[in-house]
């Protein structure tokens, strides 16, 4: 390919936590591990690309678990979905038990956030009830002790939000409480979707219930909320991303979270500490990571385009967010319906000349995929700026146009705004080629 050079070690590798700065933690949280529903690996992806992909889940738990053990943690909570015992293999239920066992003997539980009793029972058949295991089931939540300091986990699930609190039995009171609870959204058909079955479904309602419950309401109450969701959460709810996302349309990078509730000196012992709520901090856990590359269109064929693309990803900051990237190039068109054809036209060969650049030992970013822009603005193309006649393509065009400017300013639209614009695309482009 001419004027290209090969991309080497101008990605770097996100900051692993074994090179950062050990930082003290009482309790890590991991949300919607899946252990047993691997990232989706792309079409045509060589064989070191796929197995990092593979091994993403398993890999970003692996990434929660050692922050657990270099913080000296004394709880690794896990929620959302581990590891489903009517889909797990073998080998994925050793691996989880080996991480139980390994922290056990670091000293660190392992605490499972269930939102229904009957999948407690479930898990510990699986792994053979593990003795660095603790359940919180809808019903009871597990109470730790922290270096003197009482903690009570709670599920936000089922009917522990209208449940009085816990008595005590001993001399330490209740001093802190920390309630979490998670969504069930998954994407489907381009759009997020929540589960209408669930009791708590959205962060809303968590922090409805959080506050008219006595549960949730006592004083040193903790909120932790975990979703895949983009969404802007109620002031005093702690967001959990998950540890590895799935795909292109979560906006928060996978993540577990540390919190601190003691300040330890080596002169003195533990004491509680006083701003524990602004200890929350996010350490990243995942492995694979995509992004959006945006190029200009181009004068000619798959050779020219694939050039513009390997000099952006070159120019590019690459490589930061995980280990893998995978980069979705679009092409800006303008209101050129025909340059649109054009690209996914040469799409295919672009895609393979690109692709021919990589170096599994030093290319940590794979191209999946080369598409006309489905995001750019129609409204060049309507009534008022095209000067559209009746009668014509032209005409067409913008009144077609017009529709999506009106469901991109309708404050209630029938569809999202970005799907119109991509259905709209989609229209004028069948148009051009037939």
């Known amino acids: ?34 252990l047993d529903r691997p990232v989706p690996v ?31 943690a004394a709880a690794l909570v896990l929620c959302g979905r581990v590891l ?17 066992d390994t922290l056990a003997s670091a000293g660190c539980r392992t605490v499972l956030v ?27 939540p597990v109470t730790l002790d922290i270096r003197g300091l009482a903690v009570d986990i709670v599920s936000a699930h089922g009917d522990t939000a ?3 609190p816990v008595s005590r039995t001993g001399s330490a009171p209740l001093q802190r409480r920390i309630v979490v609870g998670w969504d069930a959204g998954a994407r489907h058909a381009g759009r ?19 506050g008219a419950s006595p549960t949730w309401s006592l004083p040193g109450t903790l909120w932790v909320w975990g979703s895949r969701q983009p969404q802007m959460l109620p002031p005093g709810v702690h967001h959990l991303p998950a540890l590895q996302p799935r795909s292109a349309h979560e906006a928060a990078l996978g993540a577990c979270c540390t919190l601190t509730l003691l300040d330890r000196h080596d002169e003195a012992p533990a004491a509680p500490h006083a701003d524990w709520r602004g200890t929350w901090r996010e350490v990243p856990t995942q492995r694979v990571a995509w992004r959006t590359l945006k190029v200009e269109s181009q004068a000619g064929g798959d050779e020219e385009l694939a050039t513009v693309i390997w000099s ?13 990237e995978l980069v979705r190039c679009v092409v800006a068109c303008g209101t050129s319906v025909a340059r649109r054809v054009r690209v996914a036209e ?11 650049l990589y170096d599994p030992a030093t290319f940590r970013v794979w191209c999946s995929e080369v598409v006309a822009d489905p995001g750019e603005s129609l409204a060049p193309l309507g009534h008022t700026r095209s000067g559209g006649r009746p009668g014509t393509t032209t005409s067409f065009s913008s009144a077609l146009a017009d529709i999506v400017a009106a469901i991109e300013e309708s404050e209630e639209p029938a569809i999202p705004a970005d799907l119109a614009r991509q259905a709209g695309w989609l229209a004028l482009e069948l148009i051009e080629s037939t």
Request: aromatic share 4%; net charge negative; hydrophobic share 50%.
């Open 162 to 164: 209208t449940a009085l």
């Open 312 to 324: 952006a990803l070159e120019g590019s900051v690459a490589g930061q967010q995980a280990p893998l």
């Open 84 to 100: 489903d015992p009517q889909r797990a293999s073998p080998a994925q239920a050793a691996d989880l038990r080996r991480i139980i």
């Open 192 to 210: 997020w979707s929540a589960d209408a079955a669930a009791p708590v479904n959205s962060a809303a309602d968590f922090l409805g219930w959080a």
């Open 114 to 140: 269930a939102d229904e009793t009957a999948a407690c029972h479930a898990f510990a058949r699986m792994l053979g009830e593990p003795a660095g295991l603790s359940f919180v089931t809808p019903l009871v």
């Open 1 to 34: 390919m001419r004027g290209v050079r090969c991309l080497r070690d101008a990605a770097i590798p996100i900051p692993s936590p074994e090179g950062a700065v050990p930082q003290v933690a009482d309790l890590v949280f991991a949300f919607d591990a899946a």
């Open 42 to 72: 792309p079409d045509g992806a060589p064989p070191a690309i796929a197995a990092t992909i593979a091994r993403a889940t398993a890999d970003s738990l692996d990434q929660a678990v050692a922050e657990a053990r270099r913080a000296g």
């Open 346 to 356: 040469i799409a295919a060969e672009t895609l393979a000349r690109v692709r021919q």
